[in-house]
């Protein structure tokens, strides 16, 4: 269905022409209906004769953002990382720099009521366990809304909510630690094959592991064997002490824990928990339908951030509704390396320092 997006009649007030005098220029608080799916947002933009990286692109945000604090009757936060970025150098992940956008975002919010909208693709679970810290000293009711991707160190975070509101697309997903790219499990599981099989063959078969065994330090065992159980205690303290606020020996922390943990029963570490999934491990979730009008606003945003993150250098956002907007980005650094024939420049992305987002 093809819809239109009329401005509010505002009294005395026209809408100012611009360049293609067959488009106006509408204001995002004009607007009787916020444009939800990602093909409606571009056609927007495009009956205003605007630039998809202007400030129109920010304003609808920001104005999507006070409609949902509208419904909710609480305010939201945004941390929105880019989710489809393939390239290691550009860090995406949850980290320990995200302390000072999180740190901006609760300054100035009033109440001991919060939203938290989070999309992530995961990171390091000792920043989330510092984020969490940082949101629960500020507040005493969290809920996360998971308009998309909430993995591993993200769904760590959303455990510490008292709830968390999911779309139909929104995935939560395993637990269970990476070293170096590798499932620390399956690097633990790889030495119990050899140990086991060195016991049934003697010492003899020695020889023909030993290749396999040295592309590991002995160290590396421990390092995952502590990544398992740092993992596992996170998510038990943060079940047990927000969201299910029981003690840690109830089974049902265990039960979740041990489930989202399990690689061998997960089998990938980007494996899809959504909201049917989630609610059966014991999870406390909450659909965005069940809040009327809230749904189409959420899948909006996600697909403003979606289009903000395609048409900017951009890889990480922090946003409110009351003056918080900036993010990270990525800048093009020429690095001259030889390839043999001649030097030449090479682009490389870096990360770049804090910017606004407009």
């Given at each position: 269905?093809k819809?239109n997006?009329?401005?509010r009649?505002?009294?005395?007030?026209?809408p100012t022409r611009?360049r293609?005098?067959?488009?106006?220029?509408?204001s995002p608080?004009?607007?009787?209906?916020?444009?939800?799916?990602?093909?409606?947002?571009?056609?927007?933009?495009?009956s205003?004769?605007?630039e998809?990286?202007?400030?129109?692109?920010n304003?609808?945000?920001i104005?999507?953002?006070?409609r949902?604090e509208?419904?909710t009757?609480?305010?939201l936060?945004?941390?929105?990382?880019?989710t489809n970025?393939?390239?290691?150098?550009?860090?995406t992940?949850?980290?320990?720099?995200?302390?000072?956008?999180?740190?901006?975002?609760?300054?100035?919010?009033?109440g001991k009521?919060v939203d938290?909208l989070?999309v992530?693709?995961?990171?390091l679970?000792?920043?989330?366990?510092r984020?969490?810290?940082?949101?629960?000293?500020?507040?005493?009711?969290?809920?996360f809304?998971?308009?998309?991707n909430?993995?591993?160190?993200?769904?760590?975070?959303?455990?510490?909510?008292?709830?968390?509101?999911?779309?139909?697309?929104?995935?939560l997903?395993p637990?269970?630690?990476?070293i170096?790219?590798?499932?620390?499990?399956?690097?633990?599981?790889?030495?119990?094959?050899?140990?086991?099989?060195?016991k049934e063959?003697?010492?003899?078969a020695?020889t023909a592991?030993?290749?396999l065994?040295?592309?590991y330090?002995?160290?590396?065992?421990?390092?995952?064997?502590?990544?398992?159980?740092?993992?596992?205690?996170l998510?038990?303290?943060?079940l047990?002490r927000?969201m299910l606020?029981c003690?840690?020996?109830d089974p049902?922390?265990a039960?979740?824990?041990?489930?989202?943990?399990?690689?061998?029963?997960?089998?990938?570490?980007a494996?899809?928990?959504?909201?049917e999934?989630?609610?059966?491990?014991?999870?406390?979730?909450?659909d965005?339908?069940?809040?009327a009008g809230?749904?189409?606003?959420?899948?909006?945003?996600?697909?403003?951030?979606?289009?903000?993150?395609?048409k900017?250098?951009?890889?990480?956002?922090?946003?409110?509704?009351?003056?918080i907007?900036?993010?990270?980005?990525?800048h093009?650094?020429?690095?001259?390396?030889?390839?043999?024939?001649?030097?030449?420049?090479?682009?490389?992305?870096?990360?770049?320092p804090?910017?606004?987002?407009?």
């Open positions: 269905m819809r997006y009329h401005q009649p505002k009294k005395g007030r026209q611009v293609d005098s067959s488009a106006v220029t509408v608080n004009q607007l009787s209906e916020i444009p939800e799916t990602y093909q409606e947002l571009i056609n927007f933009f495009q205003q004769d605007q998809l990286t202007g400030p129109i692109l304003a609808l945000r104005e999507t953002i006070k949902i509208q419904i009757g609480r305010p936060i945004c941390y929105v990382s880019r970025v393939q390239d290691p150098n550009v860090p992940q949850i980290d320990h720099s995200d302390l000072t956008g999180f740190s901006d975002l609760v300054h100035g919010i009033d009521d938290v989070i992530s693709n995961g990171g679970p000792e920043a989330a366990e984020i969490v810290d940082l949101l629960r000293r500020k507040f005493e009711h969290i809920r809304i998971v308009p998309s909430a993995y591993s160190a993200a769904t760590l975070i959303c455990l510490s909510g008292n709830s968390i509101l999911m779309d139909i697309v929104g995935t997903g637990i269970d630690p990476q170096g790219g590798f499932p620390a499990r399956s690097i633990l599981r790889a030495f119990e094959t050899i140990e086991g099989r060195l063959e003697g010492p003899a020695l592991y030993l290749p065994i040295s592309k330090d002995l160290h590396i065992l421990e390092i995952c064997k502590s990544a398992q159980e740092l993992s596992n205690e998510a038990g303290t943060f047990s927000y606020q003690s840690e020996d049902r922390v039960t979740i824990v041990s489930s989202l943990a399990d690689f061998d029963k997960n089998k990938s570490h494996r899809s928990i959504n909201r999934n989630a609610r059966e491990l014991g999870i406390v979730v909450e965005v339908e069940s809040f809230l749904q189409p606003l959420v899948n909006s945003l996600n697909n403003q951030h979606v289009i903000f993150f395609d900017t250098g951009f890889f990480k956002l922090y946003e409110n509704s009351i003056g907007s900036w993010g990270r980005q990525v093009q650094v020429n690095i001259l390396v030889p390839d043999g024939r001649k030097q030449g420049p090479i682009p490389s992305p870096q990360p770049g804090p910017q606004p987002s407009n």
